[in-house]
């Protein structure tokens, strides 16, 4: 038997697009014999559709697109992932399902059993957990059919008290297929496949595993399909952060061990780059978007970002400019100068002294002699923000946003000024991965110039600051936010790590009061198991550690 | 045998005054000689406390306090809601939990079977759902005791497979005791009393129903905890919007009809409007700030924001700045003014010129005579905003977002400009609704210039702009949108209903490419069944009806 696994870049709710990439799919595999061709979970809506959900409307649009699909599947099945009614008079409305299309119809349909609501999930907003067991067998192959989630009730201290593949082992099958939509971060690739190996070695079944590849907003799905054979061994997997398609030998894959293949081992800076540009690449074809722009300050954060974002979207569509004060440096200058020449992008310097200037004296007489504080420096921020929106609103340019996650964590950053944007690119990534990153894109020649990465951090909004003015060193201050952020540890436990009490307090108390700076920034690539945004859900007006 | 209810406005995480609130509230009862007291869902921690909820320290310290408030229960039993550690292997790690404390400690802990995971609720991300059902047993009285959910299983097409009563039932249990954290929108109040109506009538049984009061951000808890005899009739109910406490005699609710007692007819815009004031003024309260700032133009939202937050925080507590351009008319200045005049409000002109000039001027070399369009519209919103920022950033102002629904629906709005804000008053509010509340709140005197009321709305961004040259009239696009937003009606649906098809897609599709806008406003004050924000989730990059 040919099984084939086909790898998309799907776009929530557009439908014509999502059935095409299907059919395109089936019509390959039926001309080269494939036998059944396996696509994604939620394939016909795009994953994940969320409140699209709720509209009864949508639902039948992908049971609509599922009938169409079937007509297709004459001499090739296939499976494809799509949300159904649930018939029954109680429960959710929805299932979570797994469509076998064959001869020209929907043959069986698979619900979800284990649904995930934590970090960035909420399929049990949305769907009934399914409670009935079936394998479906298609030319003499027992398939074990699974979504996702349905094979990781298999690590220590299990979330769920349903492991949904011990009740299809009992009806003997031949296969286990996984349809998921498993989003990437920089420790998921690595865990994904020693859950896919438990299942594999515990059940002693050859495994087809098919998931998302492609941004939805937030969310980076890598990709990495494969195929394990049953000791859990990988006999091969697809491209990580594309789209890809490829063919197995059901037979070839469960007999022979897999000498030949030697599954790639992951550099993680290496994923992040590519996840992040794919990120904005995606986001701007999804929407519609070519052109970019982003203001550059001369600091390694704005140069991260224009160099990912010309790899993203080609270099001559990222439009630089550079908002000078009276307090920034001539290197800022030269650095950001340097920096667009080096990759060819275009750019513009606008000085913001007119626009400041008459702002400080319209305020003047409202700010009564008020000594200079953070109002001031805002206040620059902001008339950077209005001018980079209002290039961005008259030439249709999406701003992009270059705040990293340190910044964002404690509160270092102006509302409607530099966190303005239509998306942050490396919101998830701290000060010190911004580093590596900067080292990364420099590994074969000098793109972003060296000494934007070597100068101390500034956010040049008065004379001489630097960031270490207010905050600890990044490498100290990244390590407590990963413990607090990340790790869900406590002021106890990081004090117990050997910080100073009072600096973890500070820090702690930094980002619970910045919540409601959070709630209003746009949304982040998502590259860690715990980024700002949809996955981390705070309230805003709270007292704790605050 | 007395039982009390206390209806308290706990602050999420704010442990030092959750736990004095419900001490005192022992105390009381001691003092009164009530058998037991009863306090709300979660009322340790605070609702919703989202994902503090994911920090052991933080459950830590719910428990802590429940060991010293149990200290208190010496001849007072209580009922207190707080999470509690699952203890078995499998499953989540919490249990959203009732703990009944007497005799100075913890006897019971009772824990909520049916667990919200909709709308603006998330309780399947963190907790477990209870499989065991136990009544308590006090002082020879059988207690049957229940969180929230578990007692809204009783409507057509039940959500969920169990019934808790159902379960609890067969042990006899001699009352209904429900804590909740409900809260309000202008359906809830009937809806609410219905459901509780269904149990205490089918189930025979008097029941006691505490909810939480105050405002959490954007989520209002109107309280209106209530006791009913055993037919369904409403004994008596507690204060609505305020905190409260009651004591009632279990015999005397259980055997005599509630003759002397006339359940509160509400009065939905009444209701509207005193939670919109409870919602201003507990956010300002438990973040610490008295004074408000907010943009007047001479508009009705500006103005109701105004007269509600004077209502929430004192008159000389909101600070009205007018900031004219050269497209602001004679009348919204005098309208302002006389508004303010009316409310002995501060305010402040500022007219924005210079500013928005320098802006023009220094942008000119880069926008090469294109024709003018929005960008310059939001220049101005943006210069606006920059002022109101520095205002409150000087001075510790928080500034109200005055957008409405309708508005922050199809997007007509700038962002970083009047999308700014802390708190979005009337985000939740139509534009017709918001008529109808200015309405309210003259209903006595005029303290919103009729002018202001009956004058065709505008922008005032350039020469001679209505509302109406882009949108339709507000009472045809509110309803569409009201068929879109709250009822989940897709296009085929809503066109069935008489509107023009044109227009209808022509809305969603507004609804819908706007969701990036709404990604970064303020939160909105909730009070209605589907309200932007947490009980929305939309996808950003998408194409429905895009």
New interface residues.
Partial sequence: MKIALAQNNY?????E?NISKIIKGIKQSEKEGVDIVVFSELAIS?Y?????L?????VEQCLSAVNTIAEYCTNTAAVVGLPTFNPN?????LYNSAAFLANGKIMSIINKTLLP??DVF?E??YFEPNTVFNIVEYKGVKLAITICEDLWNVQD?????VIPMDELISQNPDVIINIAASPFNYHQTKVRKEILKKNASQYNLPLFYVNHVG???ELLFDGGSLVMNSKGEIADELKYFEEDFKIFDLDEVNNSPPTNYNASERIEIADIHDALVMGIR??FQ??GFTKAILGLSGGIDSALTAALAAEALGNENVYNVLLPSRYSSCHSVDDSIQLAKNLNMPN?I?N?E??F???E???KP??KN?PT???EE??QS??R???L???S??FGYILLNTSNKSEAAVGYGT??GDM?G?LSVIGDVYKTQAYELARYINREKEIIPENIITKPPSAELRHNQKDSDSLPDYDILDEILYQYIEK??????ITAMGFDPALVARILKLVNTNE?KR?????MLRVSNKAFG?G???????????
């Fill in positions: 776009h929530i709710g557009n439908f697009s795009g994940p559709p969320r409140d699209f709720e509209f009864k409307d949508f008079e109680k429960g959710k409305s609501n934590y909420d049990y907003r201290n299990p979330l769920y008290n941004a939805q907003t995606n986001y999804k929407l513009e606008i913001i007119e626009a200037n008459s702002f004296h319209l305020l409202y700010f008020l504080d953070v109002s805002n206040l902001r008339t923000g209005v001018i929106m209002a290039l609103n008259k509302l409607y303005n239509g869900r540890k406590g002021p106890k436990e409601y709630h209003q920034t746009p949304p949809m981390r859900r705070m309230p805003i007006v709270a007292k704790y550690l605050g």
